[in-house]
Nanobody, 124 residues
């Protein structure tokens, strides 16, 4: 069982930055691939970024490449999403998720545990 708690959301002007953190409980954090997803009002939840168990493999959706960076610290049981050059269309509730699969996936249904989400609002 893994419990995930996101933090770091807020209101920021376009072009600004935010750093989201996800703290995981449990002793087996390094056994999970991690992902960040987001959901804007009236839209489907969508994949944002993913990272492998050891942090070597990372991947991003095209619209955030070069602006967002995912990282993890297995000693601290945390995964972070650094978001720079934020755009209005990045506004959404952001969720971190844990997957027991060997490699991280972009498919939300394949994640086993989810946080409660943190709101990111970018003003234009």
């Amino acid at each position: 069982q893994v419990q995930l708690v996101e933090s770091g959301g807020g209101l920021v002007q376009a072009g600004g930055s935010l750093r989201l953190s996800c703290a995981a409980s449990g002793r087996t954090f390094s056994s999970y691939a991690m992902g960040w997803f987001r959901q804007a009002p009236g839209k489907e939840r969508e994949y944002v970024a993913r990272i492998s168990r050891n942090g070597v493999i990372t991947d991003y959706r095209d619209s955030v490449k070069g602006r967002f960076t995912i990282s993890r610290d297995n000693a601290k049981n945390t995964v972070t999403l650094q978001m720079n050059s934020l755009k209005f269309e990045d506004t959404a509730v952001y969720y971190c998720a844990a997957s027991s699969r060997v490699l991280p996936t972009v498919i939300a249904l394949l994640y086993d545990y989810w946080g409660q989400g943190t709101q990111v609002t970018v003003s234009s």
